[in-house]
């Protein structure tokens, strides 16, 4: 009688255990294919221009009537804008976002030491134009 201390006598003839499909990751079973997968930022073909168009529609949908020269008015201040930036990598590293596609650099004119700053707010309804990018003042001091 075997006792529980020995292992059974082990069987060269059985097949052995079918292996597990391959992960979703590598586990190292297989080589990595030769051209591996793209960086999602490394896209080899040109942009879809109506996939451009439509973010370029949204971008100016968020922004507003905001562009150089314009003062808005929120809860937050009275605000002029010096700056549009449309360009994303210079948008990102203004505002520190990845997602960031576009940034405003404005000045609170409320505050007579107030230093520019960089925002990506987008224009709600609880903003309000208080004068136009293109509007010029006269000599008399009134808006054109």
Do not use: C
């Not at 529980?4 to 079973?29: A, K």
């Not at 203004?94 to 505050?111: F, G, N, Y």
């Not at 925002?119 to 054109?144: K, Q």
Request: charged content about 25%; aromatic content about 4%; overall charge neutral.
């Amino acid at each position: 009688m075997p006792s529980i201390m020995t292992l059974p006598p082990v069987l060269d003839d059985r097949p052995p255990l079918p292996m597990r499909p391959t992960p979703h990751e590598r586990d190292g079973r297989e080589p990595a294919p030769a051209g591996g997968r793209p960086h999602p930022q490394q896209h080899a073909g040109q942009a879809d221009p109506m996939m451009t168009e439509a973010l370029r529609r949204v971008v100016d949908t968020q922004i507003g009537p905001r562009e150089v020269g314009a003062i808005y008015m929120n809860v937050g201040g009275v605000f002029e804008v010096l700056v549009v930036v449309r360009d994303p990598e210079r948008a990102r590293a203004l505002l520190k976002r990845r997602s960031a596609q576009w940034a405003l650099i404005v000045k609170d004119i409320t505050r007579h030491d107030g230093e520019p700053f960089a925002i990506g707010s987008v224009w709600t309804t609880s903003d309000f134009l208080v004068r136009e990018a293109g509007a010029r003042r006269t000599v008399e001091g009134a808006i054109a």
